[in-house]
């Protein structure tokens, strides 16, 4: 019942900027933290930023100063702001999140499919 969302990935230009949204539905009773990760060929999959509850906001070294992350509670949405990207920055990005659900008093984990941003040189 419970899904997450993505959207807003695309092809973009070294120096390009993108904005990720990722929208939770289902039976929600809350949403604790929120975050995305990001997936390049052959590598691990990694957190790029992540946001609590209250709002505070956790980066990745590699993308501070150039992404923003926030949340609308309301709308139950999480987005990505991706400012002066670079071509180490391409890999599919999947959004995920701690969500209780209204019959669940605990939250579980969630993943969205993910959304491919392509940044060239």
């Known amino acids: 019942q419970v899904q997450l969302v993505e959207s807003g990935g695309g092809l973009v230009q070294a120096g390009g900027s993108l904005r990720l949204s990722c929208a939770a539905s289902?039976?929600?009773?809350?949403?604790?933290?929120m975050g995305w990760y990001r997936q390049a060929p052959g590598k691990q999959r990694e957190l790029v930023a992540a946001?609590?509850?209250?709002?505070?906001?956790n980066y990745a070294d590699s993308v501070k100063g150039r992404f923003t992350i926030s949340r609308d509670h309301a709308k139950k949405t999480v987005y990505l702001q991706m400012n002066s990207l670079k071509p180490e920055d391409t890999g599919v990005y999947y959004c995920?999140?701690?969500?209780?659900?209204?019959?669940?008093?605990?939250?579980?984990?969630?993943w969205g499919q993910g959304t491919q941003v392509t940044v060239s040189s």
């Open positions: 946001i609590t509850g209250g709002d505070s906001t």
């Open positions: 289902g039976s929600i009773f809350s949403i604790n933290a």
């Open positions: 995920n999140a701690d969500i209780s659900s209204t019959i669940r008093n605990y939250p579980l984990n969630y």
